[in-house]
C-alpha cells in the first residue's frame, strides 16, 4: 500500500487491534473485522481513524465502519492529513493505470475498490458515460462524494455521471436510502466496443454497474478458440455469444432474464449478426439437451456466483459440477469448453477438481488450453486475496 507522509494531523479516533488484527494487517491484508477490534469507543460511522496496535503502535490510517463486519479498511501505512486529497491523487492514479493496461475498447473499470487502494469506491466507463458506486460509510460522506464527480468529471470529460445503489449495501452500511440516477449530465445510454463488438448500455439498467467488464479479454481469448455451432449458457446480454458469434456457424444464448435477452438480441441487431435466443433455466435446459443427445463444438458457462459465503461451498460446488458434467457430456470431441466462475469462495484448486472429477466420471481426458482470470483493469491486490475472484478455464 503506498505510504503517506507522517505529518502532523489534528488529533482523531485511535482503534486498537487484537493481536490477531494486527497481524493480519502485517501480513499484507487491508480489512479488519469488528471481532478483532479491540476498543473504538466514541468513533464516529464514517470517520478517517489512526490504527493501532494492542500496545499502542501506529500501524497506519483507515475508514471506519459502524456497522459493516469490516470494521477497518487501510487507506495507508502512514498518517493522512488530507483525505480528499489522498483520494484525488489515488484516482488520478487509476486512470493512468488504465491507460497503459487497457486495449481495444472504450469500457472499461476504472476504479477496483481496495485493490486501486479507494476501499468502497466502484467505478466503471462506457464510452462517454462513467457509472459508479459507493460502498461504504466512510466513501458516502459529502466529502468524498464531491471530490470523487469532480476529479473524474476534471479528467475525463464524461458525459454523464451515473451513480448505481445496491440497496442492500447501504442497508448493511446503515446509510440512507437513495436511488440510482443521474449525478452529473443528462445522459444515461450510449453504445460501447469490445474487442471489436459493439454493445447498447443503459447505465440505470443491468446489474451492477452494467456489463461484465472483467471477463473482457476473456470473451476475446474464447473467439480465437471458438468453431462450429456453439452454446452460451448465462449468457445474459452477450458477452460470449458475440464473439463467437465471429468465428462460429450457430450460436445459440441462454439466459433466464428475458430483459437481458432483449439487451442481447438489440446487441446482435447492432453487430449485423443472427443468433437464437433462448429463455430457459439453465440446469433445466442442459439436462433435457443433454439427454436428448444435443451435440456442441463449442459451449461456454458463465454462471452467477453460487457461492456467496463459504457456508453455500459444498452447494455451489455441486451446482459447478451439475452444470459442467453436462456440457462435457453434450460436447464433440475436439470441441472447446469455456467454463467460469466469479464466486470468490470457489478456489482455483476447488475448481480444477471439479472439473477433473466431472471428465472423471465421463471417462473424458481434458485438456487445458488457457488458465485465464479477470481483465487487468479489475487488479489484483498482493495480500488481499478477495481481489482475484474470477476463474476461466478454456479445455479441451
Known amino acids: 500500500m503506498p505510504r503517506q507522509?507522517?505529518?502532523?494531523v489534528e488529533t482523531r479516533p485511535?482503534?486498537?487491534l487484537s493481536?490477531?488484527?494486527s497481524g493480519r494487517l502485517r501480513n499484507g491484508h487491508i480489512w479488519v473485522y469488528r471481532s478483532d477490534i479491540v476498543s473504538s469507543d466514541g468513533v464516529p460511522p464514517g470517520a478517517v481513524v489512526d490504527v493501532a496496535d494492542e500496545r499502542g503502535k501506529f500501524l497506519g490510517t483507515a475508514l471506519y465502519s459502524s456497522a459493516s463486519q469490516i470494521a477497518i479498511r487501510m487507506v495507508s501505512t502512514g498518517k493522512v492529513e488530507d483525505l480528499p486529497g489522498l483520494v484525488r491523487k489515488r484516482i488520478q492514479a487509476a486512470i493512468a493505470y488504465?491507460?497503459?493496461v487497457v486495449g481495444e475498447t472504450d469500457a472499461y473499470r476504472l476504479i477496483f475498490s481496495e485493490a486501486d487502494f479507494l476501499p468502497g469506491l466502484i467505478v466503471d466507463r462506457y464510452n462517454d458515460l462513467l457509472s459508479f458506486q459507493v460502498l461504504t460509510q466512510a466513501m458516502d460522506s459529502e466529502p468524498?462524494?464531491?471530490?470523487?464527480l469532480s476529479e473524474l468529471s476534471d479528467r475525463l470529460k464524461p458525459v454523464s455521471i451515473v451513480e448505481r445503489v445496491d440497496p442492500r449495501v447501504r442497508e448493511l452500511e446503515q446509510l440512507p436510502g437513495r436511488a440510482s440516477g443521474l449525478a452529473l449530465g443528462a445522459k444515461s445510454s450510449t453504445v460501447f466496443s469490445m474487442n471489436g463488438v459493439r454493445f447498447h448500455f443503459d447505465a440505470l439498467l443491468g446489474q451492477k454497474t452494467g456489463a461484465f467488464l472483467d471477463q473482457r479479454e476473456n470473451y476475446?481469448?474464447?473467439?480465437?478458440?471458438?468453431r462450429g455451432e456453439a452454446l452460451d449458457v448465462f449468457c445474459y446480454q452477450?458477452?460470449?455469444?458475440?464473439?463467437?458469434?465471429?468465428?462460429?456457424s450457430k450460436v445459440t444464448g441462454v439466459d433466464s432474464s428475458r430483459s437481458a435477452l432483449e439487451v442481447a438480441e438489440r446487441n446482435a441487431a447492432l453487430n449485423e449478426r443472427e443468433l437464437e435466443w433462448i429463455e430457459a433455466n439453465a440446469f433445466d435446459l442442459l439436462r433435457d439437451y443433454a439427454d436428448a443427445g444435443n451435440q456442441y463444438d463449442t459451449i461456454v458457462l458463465d454462471p452467477p456466483a453460487f457461492a456467496r459465503s463459504k457456508r453455500n461451498l459444498e452447494t455451489a460446488m455441486r451446482?459447478?459440477?451439475e452444470l459442467n458434467l453436462r456440457a462435457l457430456k453434450m460436447l464433440r470431441p475436439g470441441g472447446v469448453l469455456v467454463t467460469c466462475s466469479c464466486s470468490y469462495h470457489v478456489s482455483e484448486a476447488d475448481f480444477t477438481q471439479m472439473l477433473m472429477e466431472s471428465a472423471g466420471d465421463l471417462r473424458r481426458p481434458l485438456r487445458v488450453l488457457e488458465r485465464r482470470g479477470q481483465s487487468p483493469d479489475h487488479p489484483v491486490l498482493l495480500g488481499v486475496p478477495e481481489t482475484a475472484y474470477l476463474k476461466c478455464f478454456i479445455v479441451s
Request: hydrophobic share 35%.
Open 220 to 226: 476475446a481469448a474464447a473467439r480465437r478458440y471458438a
Open 5 to 8: 507522509s507522517s505529518l502532523s
Open 19 to 21: 493481536p490477531r488484527g
Open 144 to 148: 468524498q462524494r464531491q471530490t470523487i
Open 238 to 248: 452477450g458477452g460470449f455469444a458475440l464473439h463467437l458469434a465471429q468465428q462460429c
Open 98 to 100: 488504465r491507460e497503459q
Open 14 to 16: 485511535i482503534v486498537k
Open 319 to 321: 451446482g459447478y459440477k
